[in-house]
Every structure is written in structure tokens, then in C-alpha cells.
């Protein structure tokens, strides 16, 4: 008698499990087909995001290229790419970078 109530137990689980993944896969491809047809969920509230990283990323390795070509320690200097890093624009940053520029007229 237990042995046919645990198989009764165990085959109404499985239906259970089967139908509930036989509601979910439909769900599944819809919302793919959904996603793919509109984007990324990011692009609906921020569309000009890729645009925005990519001058970030551009300034920072400006910067970066500032900072190495500068005659401070290497502790100084990972202080500050540290810094460029975290926060863009920090008074550091701005006052090392401001003070150590050579203005060099360009030849023609």
C-alpha cells in the first residue's frame, strides 16, 4: 500500500512539474521574440548609452596617456589613474594635471 501511494505521490508531482514547464516555455520564446524586436531593456530608458560609454572610455584613455607622460612617482601616479578611474573629474586630477602641462608651441 505505501509503495503505490509514493508512486501516486511521485507521478502527480511529475504531471505537476510538466505542465508547469509546459506554461513556462511558451512564456519563454515570447519574451525572447519581445527582446529581440525592441533591445535591450536599457536602450528604452537610456538610448544614447554605447555613445556615452564610449567617450567616457576615450577621455579616460586621454587622461591615462596624460598622466604617464608625466615626471611624478609611480605611487603618485597610480594614486591618480586610480582616481581617473572612480571619479572622473576630482580637484586632484585636475590640479596635477593643470600645474604639470608644458603648453609647446606646434611647429608648421
Known sequence: MKKLLRTALFM???LLAKTGYAQYAPQKE???QIEEEEGP???QFEPDYLAA?????TEILLMRDMIDSLDISEN???KLI???YKNN???KLSKILLTNNKFEELEE
Open 89 to 91: 573629474g576630482s580637484k
Open 82 to 84: 586610480r582616481d581617473l
Open 41 to 43: 531593456a536599457l536602450f
Open 53 to 57: 560609454e564610449e567617450a567616457r572610455r
Open 12 to 14: 502527480g508531482i511529475l
Open 30 to 32: 515570447a519574451r525572447k
Open 76 to 78: 603618485k601616479r597610480q
